[in-house]
């Protein structure tokens, strides 16, 4: 069982950057793959970004090249760095783990233009 709480989330301009992280607690198994995901008002949740165990990583195409998703050397924090952020952006963001089918409950992040 994995508890995931996220934080980092807020109010930013656009091209402005922030850098989420996601909180495990629990067994350390299940941050083996994890991934984020957003979903904005009106739309279906969306694959952001994943990192595998052995360090591999992917992007949704329109995160590549501004997002980077890491992880703590302990394995019990996952981040996610967003920078040159677009009004576009603007969603609720989740973290997962894939392992053990868990999600967090969510940090908002909203892009002004």
């Known amino acids: 069982q994995v508890l995931l709480v996220e934080s980092g989330g807020g109010s930013v301009q656009a091209g402005g950057s922030l850098r989420l992280s996601c909180a495990v607690f629990?067994?350390?198994?299940?941050?083996?793959?994890m991934s984020w995901y957003r979903q904005a008002p009106g739309k279906e949740r969306e694959f952001v970004s994943r990192?595998?165990?052995?360090?591999?990583?992917t992007y949704a195409d329109s995160m590549k090249g501004r997002f980077t998703i890491s992880q703590a050397n302990a394995k019990n924090t996952l981040f996610l760095q967003m920078n040159s952020l677009k009004p576009e952006d603007t969603a609720m963001y989740y973290c997962?783990?894939?392992?053990?089918?868990?999600w967090g409950q969510g940090t908002q992040v909203t892009v002004s233009s």
């Open positions: 629990g067994s350390i198994g299940c941050t083996a793959d």
């Open positions: 990192i595998n165990s052995d360090g591999s990583t």
């Open positions: 997962k783990s894939d392992s053990c089918n868990s």
